[in-house]
C-alpha cells in the first residue's frame, strides 16, 4: 500500500524585472512569464530531508492558477538553482546568503539545465500546472541534505515575446488548498 504526502515549501517568492529591487517573500501570490518585455521567474524552498528516496513513486508539484494575463503562452523551465539563498533577500537585482552574493540578472544564470530539469506553461489560456519533480526530489535527499531549491525561468538561450504570464497561489496564502 502507498501513502501519500503533501508538502508546502519553506519559502517561495518571485521576482520582476520591471521592479527589480521589490522583494516578494511575503505575498500570496506568485508570478510569472513576461508582462510587456518584463520577465518574472519563481523560487522555490523544499526540505525533504525527512523522506526515503527508495519509497518515492512520484513528486507532483502544483501550482493553482490564481490568473493569467496577455495574449501570449509562454514555456517556462524548472531546474535546481546552483547557490542557496535567503528568500526575504531575494530581489531581480540581488539575493543574498552568508557566504555570497549574487546578482540574478534574469535568474537563469543559476539554474543548473545539465541536471533534470522541466517545463510549465504560463500565459494566455494556461491552467494549474502540475509536474512530477521526483528526481529533483531523490537528488535532493541522497545528495544535498533534502535541501530543494528550484527556479522557474526563462533560460539565458530564451527570447520571450508577446505578453504572457500567469500568476499562481503561494505557500503565503491562507487558503491551504490552493498552496504549491
Known amino acids: 500500500m502507498s501513502t501519500t504526502y503533501t508538502i508546502y515549501p519553506d519559502g517561495d517568492t518571485y521576482v520582476r524585472e520591471d521592479t527589480a529591487s521589490t522583494n516578494y517573500s511575503s505575498s500570496t501570490i506568485l ?10 521567474q519563481m523560487l522555490f524552498k523544499f526540505d525533504v530531508s525527512g523522506y526515503n528516496p527508495t519509497d518515492i513513486s512520484s513528486a507532483n508539484f502544483t501550482l493553482k492558477l490564481f490568473r493569467e494575463a496577455g495574449a501570449s ?3 517556462m523551465t524548472i531546474a ?3 547557490h542557496d539563498f535567503v528568500m526575504a533577500e531575494c530581489t531581480w537585482d540581488i539575493a543574498s546568503n552568508a557566504t555570497a552574493g549574487f546578482d540574478w540578472d534574469g535568474a537563469a544564470q543559476f539554474a543548473l539545465t545539465d541536471e533534470p530539469t522541466y517545463t ?4 494566455n489560456g494556461e491552467t494549474d500546472q502540475v509536474v512530477d519533480l521526483k528526481e ?10 533534502g ?18 504570464n500567469s500568476t499562481f497561489y503561494s505557500v ?9
Not at 508570478?31 to 518574472?40: D, E
Not at 510549465?120 to 500565459?123: L, Y
Not at 535541501?147 to 504572457?164: E, K, M, Q, R, Y
Not at 503565503?172 to 504549491?180: D, I, K, L
Open 136 to 145: 529533483l526530489v531523490i537528488d535532493a535527499i541522497n545528495r544535498r541534505s
Open 80 to 82: 535546481r538553482i546552483a
Open 73 to 75: 503562452s509562454h514555456t
Open 147 to 164: 535541501a530543494l531549491n528550484f527556479i522557474v525561468c526563462f533560460l539565458v538561450t530564451d527570447s520571450p515575446s508577446g505578453t504572457g
Open 172 to 180: 503565503n496564502h491562507g487558503t491551504v488548498g490552493y498552496r504549491p
Open 31 to 40: 508570478s510569472a512569464g513576461l508582462s510587456g518585455s518584463s520577465k518574472r
Open 120 to 123: 510549465i506553461e504560463v500565459g
